[in-house]
């Protein structure tokens, strides 16, 4: 028994194993794991975890917001506005976002915007849920 258990050991370690130990590391370095949450100014603050590569999480449009992410390269201020056009009306909700993006901590976000209108065109889908 002892020998079929170094046997199986040292088959592994052969077949590459060490190999996927040692690139753990590295994975780190593209880790992306990020608390999101709104929070209306009347009401209760809404969060949610979204991981990239893959897209994954307990966010709604996960897959969408990792690839708007990525095109700001991590940076939600940096999201384009969007098109679409909101009411005037006022009704504050604020953003906010901390975490690690591709393996670096993020500068925490957190802005108010007029409404849930304008929230969605300012960051497209990483805040929609």
């Known amino acids: 028994m002892r020998r079929l258990v170094l046997a199986t050991l040292a088959t592994l370690s052969a077949a590459g194993f060490g190999a996927v130990v040692a690139a753990s590391p590295a994975s780190a370095a ?3 794991r990020l608390t999101l949450s709104v929070q ?5 603050r809404r969060t949610v975890t979204l991981y990239c590569d893959p897209a994954r999480g307990k966010h709604p449009l996960a897959a969408a ?7 700001a390269k991590g ?19 604020t953003a906010r976002l901390s ?14 915007f ?3 209108c304008a929230l969605g ?3 497209g889908s ?3 849920f």
């Not at 917001?65 to 095109?71: D, H, I, K, S, Y």
């Not at 940096?78 to 504050?92: K, L, N, R, W």
């Not at 975490?99 to 108010?112: D, Q, S, W």
């Open 114 to 116: 007029s409404n849930g």
């Open 75 to 93: 940076n939600a201020a940096a999201i384009p506005d969007g098109d679409g056009f909101c009411t005037m009306e006022y009704a504050p909700v």
């Open 40 to 44: 209306a100014e009347s009401g209760a």
């Open 121 to 123: 065109v300012g960051t």
């Open 99 to 112: 975490g690690v993006y591709k393996g670096r901590t993020v500068k925490k976000y957190k802005e108010t």
């Open 126 to 128: 990483v805040f929609r």
């Open 65 to 71: 917001a990792c690839a708007e992410l990525a095109r």
């Open 30 to 32: 593209t880790t992306t």
